[in-house]
């Protein structure tokens, strides 16, 4: 069995941004289910919860190849 | 399961991306090549069985092509793209079903090899949607209209503009048909590679390992083979409507006045 | 009373052209994401390898995760 430990690493530290991007979409659609007129608003701030938590994937994606 | 087989039976091999490098059935012709041309004939004969006689009050096909077209024309076309979404909605329609079909042959008896686990595949997928969406981008704005749509951020200083436009530009125009066929090749290709992980394991340890451990748990890995089988028919639906969804969104985002 | 039309088919006229369902926006979010941690990450990675440096590609990863995010927020949240 052959492979890199990098990606190992990787697939470890993508567990917590696919939590994490779980949480945020989640609340996004309780937020509109409760109140669908503050819709615009929320989506705002759950896109950028979103690529808060996305960006430590991305960044460990391209560490895992470039380290 | 590599190191449980200890006895002197060989270890098991974990497929890989060599299982998708089938052998050429005649000439260059390999089986996705033959299931392609399978899938543009089966989507052109049943849309022609929907519509050859065309009744107020449908038959089964025709009810069953209407409403695959309805669900197209109402959830996704009309959604996404806005007022003039009907001239989009026949090739969306066909690009959907034409997706569903290749998909499914994954999981259906006696063919089970999605078309799409190749990446060439839906590359050229992908780049047939990339001419549509810059064709009709183009014709509606004009060059100069469809590069400030796709690569001009609104409303900021002119040095923070030198620093965003780059981004959008790899974003909208090169990122996006990379990303679009990028979703349905990894889905395809880790979904069929869980299918072959579970199917093949269960055989070794049926037949192949010496421990009578094994032979007695086998049952298990096919039981989850099984139950993938079906998450993964899920998986071909869910990936065939959000190719279509994106390609509708993409056709709407070049349709739209202005930011 | 709004409740006259649901809020998500709203995909008529007066549709802003960001206002778009959620599911698709989240892609093209990430892919602004993507590009902007590729587009700076490969510039340090690039001056990194002329020069013999080090160090410079997290500079721009990092620079790349801040200006997308920068441009997701004007994307998403002030318009």
Do not use: C
């Amino acid at each position: 069995m052959t492979g890199s430990l990098n990606v190992v690493g990787y697939g470890l530290s993508a567990i917590g941004p696919g939590i994490g991007v779980g949480i945020v979409f989640a609340a996004f659609i309780n937020g509109v289910a409760r109140q669908p007129e503050a819709r615009g608003q929320l989506q705002g701030i759950a896109f950028i919860g979103f690529a808060l938590s996305e960006a430590l994937a991305i960044l460990g994606l391209v560490l895992a190849f470039a380290i | 399961m590599t190191t449980m087989a200890t006895a002197p039976a060989p270890g098991f091999e974990a497929p890989g991306v060599e299982d998708f490098q089938l052998p050429p059935i005649f000439g260059p012709v390999t089986k996705p090549v033959l299931e392609l041309a399978l899938a543009a004939i089966i989507v052109v004969v049943l849309f022609r069985l929907a519509v050859r006689k065309p009744q107020l009050v449908p038959s089964k096909t025709q009810f069953l092509g209407e409403s695959f077209h309805g669900i197209v024309r109402n959830s996704i076309a009309k959604d996404m793209i806005g007022p003039e979404f009907l001239r989009y909605v026949p090739f969306l329609t066909a690009l959907f079903a034409f997706i569903l079909v290749n998909n499914l042959f994954g999981i259906i008896p006696f063919i089970q090899f999605p078309t799409f686990s190749h990446p060439g595949v839906p590359y050229a997928l992908a780049l047939l949607v990339w001419v549509i969406f810059t064709v009709v981008g183009i014709r509606h704005h004009g060059l100069g209209g469809y590069l400030r749509i796709s690569t001009w951020p609104p409303d900021v200083p002119w040095w923070v503009r030198i620093i965003l436009t780059p981004i959008e530009f790899i974003s909208n125009i090169i990122l996006r048909p990379v990303t679009l066929s990028l979703r349905l090749f990894g889905n395809m290709f880790a979904g069929h590679l869980l299918l072959l992980l579970f199917i093949l394991g269960g055989q070794y340890m049926l037949f192949t390992a010496d421990s009578i451990l094994l032979k007695i748990l086998s049952p298990f890995a096919f039981l989850m083979g099984i139950v993938f089988t079906f998450f993964e028919a899920f998986v071909q639906v869910v990936q065939a409507y959000i190719f279509v969804m994106l390609t509708a969104s993409y056709i709407g985002t070049v349709l739209a006045d202005d930011h | 009373m709004e409740q006259e039309k649901p809020r998500e088919a709203g995909g008529a006229a007066g549709r802003k052209p960001d206002d778009a369902p959620p599911p698709a926006e989240a892609w093209t979010a990430l892919s602004h994401l993507l590009s902007g941690i590729l587009l700076f990450g490969g510039i340090g990675w690039a001056v990194d390898a002329l020069f013999d440096l080090r160090g410079f590609v997290v500079a721009g990863l990092l620079t790349g995760t801040a200006t997308s995010m920068y441009l997701i927020y004007l994307r998403y949240v002030k318009s």
